[in-house]
Nanobody, 118 residues
Framework: QVQLVESGGGLVQAGGSLRLSCAASGRTFSRYRMGWFRQAPGKEREFVAALSWSGGSTDYADSVKGRFTISRDNAMNTVYLQMNSLKPEDTAVYYC???????????WGQGTQVTVSS
């Protein structure tokens, strides 16, 4: 089992910044893909950003490109999402996830609320 715990959400004014963290614990894993989805009220969960286990590949939703940056700290088993130039439409619950290739399994965190006021 893998546990993911998000933190860093909160309330910020439009144009501001937040950094989300996702700390992984439990079983160790090597080959994986880890990232973030978000879900706004009344909308489906949507992809935000992800990176591969090698660290050489990152993907972003078009809506966040140039504003959000995903990164990781292997020593801390933590993935970060730096969010700059936040907009009200970024308001959502942000969920961290990991896909472990060796077992074809995936895990989700409990989510952290991000609210951007206009």
């Amino acid at each position: 089992q893998v546990q993911l715990v998000e933190s860093g959400g909160g309330l910020v004014q439009a144009g501001g910044s937040l950094r989300l963290s996702c700390a992984a614990s439990g079983r160790t894993f090597s080959r994986y893909r880890m990232g973030w989805f978000r879900q706004a009220p009344g909308k489906e969960r949507e992809f935000v950003a992800a990176l591969s286990w090698s660290g050489g590949s990152t993907d972003y939703a078009d809506s966040v490109k140039g504003r959000f940056t995903i990164s990781r700290d292997n020593a801390m088993n933590t993935v970060y999402l730096q969010m700059n130039s936040l907009k009200p439409e970024d308001t959502a619950v942000y969920y961290c996830y990991v896909v472990i290739y060796a077992t074809a399994s995936n895990y989700w965190g409990q989510g952290t609320q991000v609210t951007v006021s206009s």
